[in-house]
């Protein structure tokens, strides 16, 4: 199954930015986003499931990145307000029928990675 990302670009502090990640087989029950910034480890941003309330927002983004996404075209987006340098990082969506899966970074489903850059 594919997943594409996109969305990315440079953007300044303070900007916004609206990721999208379409799957290109079928819908998942969770779709979600990591990041991974240069010479650090991949974290998780967000995730959201089928199943109503079942969103999940990564502390550090909390406020400023919402989830969202649009079942009938198999899509999760990612809108990122108030964007910080320390968001810059490249944006990876992931999916995987089992939550849990895409939550613990083990999701048996990545997109390609779309990069984001926030100057200052």
């Known amino acids: 199954v594919q997943l594409q990302a996109s969305g990315g670009g440079l953007v300044q502090a303070g900007g916004s930015l609206r990721l999208s990640c379409t799957a290109s087989?079928?819908?998942?029950?969770?779709m979600g986003w990591f990041r991974q910034a240069p010479g650090k480890e991949r974290e998780f941003v967000a995730a959201?499931?089928?199943?109503?309330?079942?969103?999940d927002i990564a502390d550090s983004v909390k406020g400023r990145f919402t989830i969202a996404r649009d079942n009938a075209k198999k899509t999760v987006y990612l809108q990122m307000n108030s964007l910080k340098p320390s968001d810059t990082a490249v944006y990876y969506c992931?999916?995987?029928?089992?939550?849990?899966?895409?939550?613990?970074?083990?999701?048996?489903?990545w997109g390609q990675g779309t990069q984001v850059t926030v100057s200052s």
């Open positions: 992931a999916a995987d029928e089992i939550s849990s899966n895409v939550r613990n970074g083990r999701a048996r489903n």
């Open positions: 087989a079928r819908s998942f029950w969770t």
């Open positions: 959201l499931s089928l199943s109503a309330g079942s969103t």
